[in-house]
């Protein structure tokens, strides 16, 4: 695999977050994991984790990472190569369709997003008894099962849109 370091723009098919819903969907959508000595929860397990700082802390399968935490930089490591990772492009604030369709077919290793994986939650909990885990900025770790009712409620106040979004530094 090779980085590109030129930018490109795509039209992208997604499903647009409105603005009216993102405080509700930042609220924990499971059971909060909060550890109050130190700050840090470590040592869940799930067969999804969503978010660059609970997949380095915790044991999941699967592993959705845009190598950014609070969208900076992140760089912690993974144990998952980089050759098991399937790259999608998702801008902010969306839910792409061709990511959708990609995550349909990972079962193991990492999915590597180009854009923002905020929103990945969502097409993992269509999946039937799975546990996924995701990050609780400034708080700690959400985990919950997956449920299809729960996900075809968040897809409809999703609405469909074509983006223009900027990539840059993708892989090859």
């Known amino acids: ?14 499903l647009v977050l409105p603005s009216e819903f993102r405080r509700a969907l930042a609220l924990p959508q499971g059971a909060l994991y909060v550890e109050p000595t130190r700050g840090e929860v470590r040592g869940l397990s799930a067969v999804v984790s969503v978010g660059d700082v609970v997949s380095a802390r915790h044991s999941a399968v699967i592993r959705v990472v845009d190598y950014k935490s609070e969208r900076r930089p992140h760089t912690a490591r993974y144990a ?18 061709n990511t959708i369709t990609t995550i349909s077919g990972v079962e193991r290793g990492c999915i590597r997003v180009v854009g ?4 990945l939650v969502v097409p993992f909990l269509a999946r039937r ?17 997956s449920d ?13 849109s074509i ?7 993708i892989y090859e």
């Open 1 to 14: 695999m090779q980085l590109n370091s030129s930018s490109t723009s795509l039209a992208i098919p997604v």
């Open 163 to 169: 983006v223009t979004y900027s990539v840059g530094g």
């Open 80 to 97: 998952v190569s980089t050759s098991e990772c399937r790259v999608v492009v998702n801008p902010p604030g969306t839910l792409s369709l």
């Open 148 to 160: 299809l009712n729960i996900a075809l409620k968040m897809l409809k106040i999703l609405k469909p």
């Open 116 to 119: 923002e994986e905020d929103l």
């Open 129 to 145: 008894g799975i546990s996924i885990i995701y990050g609780q900025p400034g708080v700690g770790a959400v985990k919950l099962k």
